[in-house]
């Protein structure tokens, strides 16, 4: 995926239902290898792919690839995250829910409405 940057979220596995902390790689704004958390700004310094430096008004989702959980190595096929007005609000599964051109990183889109285990369980006692 080249260089990329990553929203680290804690949700619950599907498959293992443990709480672990997703690592979803995007690129979108200027990829650096940089970590973020839901409600970080996305990172626009230096030198930010396409869209001529500003980000896409509103509501979006980007591609994305979930790094595999090292303990029961579940894998999503394809993720995306989610963004609104330039903050990280969420992510999860795509399951064909989005269809992204070949160079296309991120769409905008009317609503987003998270699915159970993509809700994060940050501050969540079990
Ligand atoms: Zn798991």
Known sequence: MGTFDILVIPQRCEQCR??????YQFKYGTPWQKEFSLGDDVNWEGNPIRWNGRPIPGLIVADAE??????CKFEYESSVI???NGKFIGAG???????????DYALPIESYRPLQFEEATQGVSE
């Open 82 to 84: 989610y963004i609104d």
């Open 18 to 23: 443990n709480i672990v902390e997703n690592r």
């Open 93 to 103: 599964r795509n399951s064909g829910r989005f269809q992204f051109g070949q160079d």
């Open 66 to 71: 979930i790094e595999p959980y090292p303990d």
